[in-house]
């Protein structure tokens, strides 16, 4: 007779039967994979489309190919997607203490920033909002409204935090136990630091929002004209902060022709008036912050500190056991490669800042670097695969909690 719950001799005393203390190369595989899928594609965040994307055909498709190329980049270099994270959310701090009295929460300074909000006028593209006017009155969608329209709310990240989290603590103590770990293991550590971080830092950005917000309210034509004469003025800012001013003059009479024509399409004469009477000192370029060299201080002080700590972890397996001399000394040279990227590229920068030098041979060796640099990242994804057939008998041991703890995988 088919019993498939059993039958009357089953046990008689109650029991507790433990999990088994031994995993397999499988359950280490679909871990590693399963933490690494969770952290890597709900971590990025999409700004919305531009001011001509959102409406054109097969919009949706482009901003799947636009979130698959953010997560082949986040699957190689996580920790560039945390640093971007981390900028914009030093910009949404700006825009959320100058704008509390507009926004009213952060999730709308999130969503101002990532091009959330437009306004209805022609050849007007989509902006953030940054006014410290407060008398201008603006009909705001709240912020339960544009939670709504995100594909993940707080549940479905502390999901993914959970999943990492336990990720980052069965590894810590695997190494307390005297268990190895794989290489792989540490990889994805990696990942995980980088996406708790990332979403400590996103935690109130909208995810995978589709189509921006109309906004409307009295004053709206007077509050785009200053927006867009507060953009010329930042454009420049950011063309002297590139190029610097050894060849740079600034001539009033020209700056003043420009942001006159740029604004007499769409405001009145008598707000071009305005623009005509207003002190001379308050037309001038803020250059307080600029420099005399060739590239962004914050881009080079990221890229030096991310890459040092995400090559440095790697480098934690030095002695690890490797099927190969050859594969242990590539690992080796790959982890020091990125650890020191900021140096190859504040010699780059330097070199390229002095004139004098052959163009040819710079772009030479820059392409040496970049062929290098991302040899170096694929081949620490690639031998993190390579190298879980070749595992220790010590990394296939159970620590004696992780089973009962929730996790996927």
Not at 148 to 164: F, S, Y
Not at 333 to 352: F, K, R, T, V
Request: some cysteine.
């Amino acid at each position: 007779m088919f019993a498939p719950f059993g039958n009357n001799t089953g046990n008689i005393i109650a029991l507790w039967h433990p999990e088994p203390r031994y995993r397999g190369t499988y359950n280490i595989l679909s871990t590693c994979l399963a933490t690494t899928v969770l952290c890597v594609w709900s971590a990025v965040h999409l700004n919305l489309p531009g001011p001509n994307e959102g409406s054109a055909p097969f919009w949706r498709y482009k901003q799947l190919w636009r979130k698959i190329g953010w997560v082949f980049f986040g699957l190689f270099a996580p920790e560039f997607v945390a640093w971007t994270a981390y900028e914009q959310h030093k910009l949404v701090t700006d825009v959320d203490r100058d704008m509390r009295h507009l926004m009213g929460h952060t999730v709308h300074s999130y969503y101002s920033v990532m091009g959330g909000f437009t306004v209805d006028e022609n050849a007007i593209p989509p902006i953030v909002i940054d006014s410290s006017d407060r008398s201008t009155r603006l009909t705001l969608t709240s912020a339960e409204q544009i939670e709504d329209k995100a594909k993940a709310n707080g549940l479905a990240k502390t999901i993914v935090c959970v999943q990492a989290t336990w990720f980052c603590f069965q590894c810590l103590t695997r190494v307390i136990q005297g268990l190895s770990i794989s290489i792989l293991e540490l990889n994805v550590f990696a990942h995980s630091l980088c996406a708790l971080l990332i979403y400590v830092l996103w935690w109130h950005k909208p995810l995978d929002v589709g189509q921006p917000i109309m906004i409307r309210g009295e004053g709206l034509k007077e509050l785009v004209a200053l927006m867009s004469i507060s953009t010329c003025c930042r454009l420049a800012s950011q063309a002297l902060r590139r190029y610097g001013l050894n060849n740079i003059e600034i001539d009033h009479a020209l700056w003043d022709d420009l942001l006159t024509h740029h604004v007499s399409n769409f405001v009145r004469s008598r707000n071009r008036q305005r623009w005509d009477i207003d002190t001379p000192d308050s037309k001038d370029l803020d250059t307080s912050d600029l420099t005399d060299g060739d590239f962004e201080t914050d881009f080079f002080v990221g890229f030096t500190v991310s890459g040092f700590l995400y090559g440095g972890l790697h480098l934690l397996a030095w002695n690890a056991p490797f099927h190969s001399t050859a594969e242990k000394w590539l690992w080796r040279s790959s982890a020091i490669s990125l650890m020191s990227s900021g140096l190859y590229m504040g010699m780059m920068a330097w070199a390229i800042s002095d004139s004098e030098r052959s163009t040819t041979v710079l772009v030479l060796v820059l392409f040496i670097f970049c062929v290098a640099y991302g040899a170096a990242r694929v081949y620490l994804v690639v031998e993190c695969f390579t190298n879980l057939a070749y595992l220790p008998n010590s990394a296939y041991q159970m620590t004696s909690w992780s089973q009962y703890f929730p996790h996927i995988g």
